[in-house]
C-alpha cells in the first residue's frame, strides 16, 4: 500500500501519472487548507470531513466526488461522461476540464460546511 501521494503516482504508467498530477493540482488550487491522505489505499483530501480523493485503474482515471448530491447538481456538466453515483472515470488522454473540477471541489466544501454547522 502507498504511503503517499507521490508513492502511489509512482507506480502508474506517464500518461496517467501525468494526468493524476494535474487534477491533484486543480484540487489543491481549489482547496489549498484541505490535508491530502492516503484513504483505502488511494489518494484522498479532506477538510470538514472526506473531500474527494482519485485513482486509477488498468486504462482509466477516477475522480471520487464521494457525494450523489454533488454529482445530481453536475449532472448537465457531466453529460457524455463515464460516471456513477459519486465516480467520474476519464481517460488519461482526455482529461477533466480544470474549471469543472475547481467548481466540483469548491462544491464539496460547501457540502462539507454545511454539513458541520448543521451540527
Excluded: W
Excluded at 508513492?7 to 493524476?20: C, K, N, S, V, Y
Excluded at 479532506?46 to 477516477?62: D, E, P, Q, Y
Amino acid at each position: 500500500m502507498p504511503q503517499s501521494t507521490l508513492d502511489f503516482l509512482a507506480a502508474l504508467t506517464g500518461e496517467q501519472r501525468d494526468a493524476l498530477l494535474a487534477l491533484r493540482a486543480e484540487i489543491i488550487a481549489a482547496a489549498p487548507e484541505a490535508e491530502e491522505y492516503i484513504g483505502y489505499g488511494i489518494p484522498a483530501f479532506r477538510h470538514n470531513g472526506a473531500l474527494v480523493s482519485f485513482g486509477a485503474t488498468r486504462s482509466k482515471c477516477s475522480f471520487y466526488v464521494q457525494s450523489p448530491a454533488v454529482m445530481e447538481a453536475f449532472a448537465a456538466d457531466l453529460t457524455g461522461l463515464d460516471t456513477s453515483k459519486g465516480t467520474i472515470r476519464f481517460a488519461p488522454d482526455k482529461p477533466l476540464p480544470s474549471e469543472l473540477v475547481h467548481r466540483i471541489v469548491q462544491a464539496r466544501l460547501e457540502e462539507n460546511a454545511a454539513r458541520k454547522r448543521a451540527r
